[in-house]
């Protein structure tokens, strides 16, 4: 019961740089999600998708870029990394965004350095 | 729209004494809310959810929350807290829409 995997859960970068977060799901849910928490902001939606090829942004969407081409997969990419993107990134996933399935489910998160 | 208030972002208790986590949430249309606890360098955990069944909502280690309409509240508590209770509980509402996420409120034990 592999559930939602993240790799790597260690990253450090230089600014610049292009980074591949990877985040991995068996339950086959529909909604995948991406979210970055720092400290005294909680966690915030940088993208989420419904489904295989649809996409959207969430609340801090700029400088990441999201794939879907299969269910299970949704990785997230800093084209060109900068400082203020060292974060603690969790993907999740949920069933459905409606009642009473719409529980998201979290994985163990990536830790985040840009030097 | 929907938002989240944690009222306290940190709350200090003996163990065995009780704990209350308070939350103040808005939304536009009939909320679901969740409190997930996130223990140091760890993911997040689902504690307890409410889908507009019973108000009273039981959730996972004696948590306990009680959904309030005319007070838009959804305060976390438990009758007597433990050490392994230490961590970041963060309140949450979504109606049909991705989750918004208060700030969190740090738990301390102490012993």
């Known amino acids: 019961d592999a559930g939602i995997t993240q790799s790597p859960r260690y990253k450090i970068t230089e600014t610049g740089r292009q980074v591949t977060l990877m985040c991995h799901q068996t339950?086959?849910?529909?909604?995948m999600f991406w979210y970055r928490q720092d400290l005294g902001h909680g966690l915030r939606l940088i993208y989420y998708s419904a489904a295989a090829d649809i996409t959207d942004k969430g609340e801090v969407p700029d400088g990441y870029v999201v794939s879907r081409s299969k269910t299970e997969n949704f990785p997230l990419t800093l084209e060109s990394a900068t400082r203020s993107q060292t974060s603690v990134y969790f993907c999740?996933?949920?069933?459905?965004?409606?009642?009473?399935?719409?529980?998201?489910?979290f994985g163990p998160g990536t830790r985040l350095t840009v030097l | 729209a929907q938002s989240v208030t944690q009222l306290d972002s940190h709350v200090s208790v003996s163990e065995g004494t009780p704990v209350l986590l308070r939350c103040n949430y808005s939304?536009?249309?009939?909320?679901?809310l969740f409190w997930y606890v996130q223990h140091p360098n760890k993911g997040l955990q689902l504690l307890l959810k409410?889908?507009?069944?019973?108000?009273l909502v039981k959730g996972i280690n004696g948590f306990e929350a009680e959904f309030k309409k005319s007070e838009t509240s959804f305060h976390l508590t438990k009758p007597s807290a433990h050490m392994s209770d230490a961590a970041e509980y963060f309140c949450v509402v979504t109606a049909n829409t991705p989750l918004v996420f208060g700030k969190g409120t740090r738990l301390s034990v102490i012993a």
């Open positions: 939304s536009s249309y009939s909320p679901s």
């Open positions: 999740a996933s949920s069933l459905t965004q409606r009642e009473p399935y719409n529980e998201q489910f």
């Open positions: 409410y889908t507009s069944a019973a108000t």
């Open positions: 339950w086959s849910h529909s909604y």
